[in-house]
């Protein structure tokens, strides 16, 4: 198997005698094509899902509102299903060519889809989740309908979470990222999608995003699906820094006035007695270690 490519620039700096260089290692891919023929395949799919909401109450997962069908639908049989999922392995066999140096072909081929329809309504929004677990390596949304202008999309866009890891000012709100393409995000922000018809995204399986709330009056209808594949793997490990993770995430107010009395203590601490006199209990509490 092949790895992600990993680039390295060099950078200018404003700090005289520094040069900084950049590498990069594995950060997020989205990958994005609009199908310019979809008039005929959007318009049957969307008979196709409307139908079927009319006679199942569907499930409820991530949606806010709104319809989510059972996911069977790679199973409905009807022909505008199967041209869509022709057109998934196309994409992905693409996809992979993009992330895997010379793919065999069983990598190329052999993806098994799942696959699901979303219908939003007015005020209908989707909570950040993943499609990881299992099997699901890779996970795409194709754009039926965006229920408004394709011309001035207003709402019910999908936001990619910017995974990096890069810090990002926290008093400093994310600029809007537009545009028709899913262009790289530049660092610490999120990627947002525009939702055109015949759109088709492929992202990983393991990439949090969420669904703004759809603020037209007529239906915004998705079809989501998940691509799995026993040949390829991902990068998943349990760690002890998540419960670190959850209490900031969650208790942030308290959390920063115990690491300012920390901090104080620890430096006034210093000032009186030299660290290395420091207790090793006192020293892994107050100088780190001990989560
Ligand atoms: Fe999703």
Known sequence: MGILAVSIDDLTSSEPGLRLSRSRIGTSPVFSHVWEDHAELNAR???VVLDKMAVTPGLKKSNCGGWQSERDLQLWGDPAIDELLDRMRAMLRSVVRETVVDPEEELLDGWDIEAWANVNQLGDDVAAHV???GVNMWAAVYYVDCGQSPDAISSGFTHFLDMSGTPRP???RAPETSGQTCAPA????????EPLPGKMVVFPATLPHYVTAYQGNEKRITIALNLRHTGFVVTDFENHYSRRRTLWRNYRGPMLMMYEAKRVVRETLAAVVPVHRWPAGLRRRL???SN
Do not use: K, T
């Not at 530049?186 to 999608?193: C, I, P, Q, S, T």
């Open 45 to 47: 799919l969307r008979q």
């Open 131 to 133: 499609h990881g677990g």
């Open 186 to 193: 530049r660092e610490a922000e999120d990627l947002r999608v």
């Open 287 to 289: 100088l780190g270690g």
């Open 170 to 172: 926290i008093s400093r």
